[in-house]
């Protein structure tokens, strides 16, 4: 564990030394720029809202790459997953929203946000298993199909009334938007959901007989599969489970920021939850902590243009600096690992043998 520290410390000093120099390249001050992003997103009540919103999706869509990250999969088609979610939120919504009660309609379209996603996730899953299509390119070819099929409903089936816009469909009536604190984004049932998600997922990894499986088939398939434990079942679970929390995510950018369905439902927050699984390794906890740093982050970045007249982007450099860090830390202290226990496994071979031989010389003497 402190070689661990000492390595993961080392790398983000190295880290936190190029965001500074690269910010300084650009000619603005480090410190200003932590200081503005800071006020973006906790300045204002309002400001500090957007952050929650954010962090709720992202709290779904890290969760559910938990599981497929435990059983040793990359599930990078977890965008489309929140596409697929978010477009099948969108038939409920069109279907009954002149019919049924608004709770009703609401909780029909969660479930089918939750629905779509796991039936993306389980073709990511089939053509990974019984297809053998790496799973990287299985969920990238998804996530093209997803975002095809969104245009293609947004342009033809559901485009508003007379004309087809990049904004997205119509707007459905307000009586469906899920209820928010006061006048900002943030709605409560999106992090209610979002924080039940995170606590599902410690509960299960921790403390389940699949969480267990789950892990096993992760460190080592052909064992665990010849240990008795359904691989198979294991790994088409992973990505149901993924695919259905990313969905639900994919309802919530529905009901509760856009309120209709846009080209970019998912705002590349499956990409950004991506960083966030490859950051907290297999430390749950640490979901919520890394979660709200990173949104916290993507809504500050906003104010760089404003303020300073810097990139937002800028912000996606310090996640990707602060995720290669953390990475190249783990790596390098596992291979300092790795060569020392080699080398006590050696020191002992000799030792051994050296044992031996003094045993026979006394023998030989004798």
């Not at 975002?147 to 816009?165: H, R």
């Not at 309120?259 to 699984?277: C, D, K, T």
């Not at 300073?308 to 996640?319: D, K, P, Y």
Request: net charge neutral.
């Amino acid at each position: 564990m402190s070689r661990t520290f000492y390595y993961q410390a080392v790398s983000l000093s190295i880290a936190l030394g190029f965001i500074a120099a690269i910010i300084l390249l650009m000619g603005a001050s480090p410190i200003e720029v932590i200081s503005k992003m800071g006020a973006g997103a906790f300045g204002t009540p309002g400001q500090f809202a957007r952050v929650i919103a954010t962090l709720a999706p992202l709290l779904l869509c890290t969760s559910g790459l938990m599981f497929t990250f435990t059983a040793g999969l990359y599930n990078l088609g977890i965008e489309g997953q929140i596409v697929a979610g978010a477009i099948a939120t969108m038939v409920p919504i069109r279907v009954f929203q002149d019919i049924l009660p608004a709770p009703l309609v609401i909780g029909l379209a969660i479930l089918a946000g939750a629905l779509g996603g796991g039936l993306w996730g389980l073709f990511a899953g089939v053509l990974n298993i019984y297809g053998r299509v790496n799973e990287i390119f299985a969920g990238l070819g998804l996530n093209f199909v997803a975002d095809g099929l969104a245009l293609y409903l947004i342009f033809g089936p559901w485009q508003k009334e007379g004309v087809a816009s990049m904004s997205g469909t119509e707007q459905f009536k307000e009586s469906l938007w899920l209820p928010t604190f006061g006048n900002t984004e943030a709605s409560p049932i999106a992090m209610g959901l979002g924080i039940a998600a995170l606590v599902l997922t410690i509960v299960v990894m921790r403390g389940t007989h699949f969480g267990l499986q789950l892990r096993a088939v992760g460190r080592n398939l052909q064992a665990s599969y010849i240990l008795g434990i359904p691989s198979v079942r294991q790994l088409i679970s992973a990505f149901v489970i993924c695919g259905v929390l990313a969905g639900i995510a994919g309802s919530l950018q529905v009901l509760a920021v856009f309120h209709r369905l846009i080209p970019s439902i998912s705002s590349n927050l499956g990409f950004l939850a991506l960083l966030v699984a490859m950051l907290v390794g297999f430390n749950t906890w640490m979901i919520l902590p890394v979660s709200l740093f990173f949104s916290a982050l993507n809504i500050g970045s906003l104010q760089l243009p404003l303020n300073l007249n810097l990139e937002s982007s800028l912000a996606g450099v310090i996640q990707g600096m602060l995720v290669l860090a953390v990475l190249l830390g783990r790596g390098l202290s596992e291979v300092n690992a790795f060569s020392a226990v080699k080398n006590q496994i050696s020191s002992l071979f000799r030792k051994r043998q050296t044992t031996r031989k003094g045993v026979e010389e006394d023998e030989v003497e004798g």
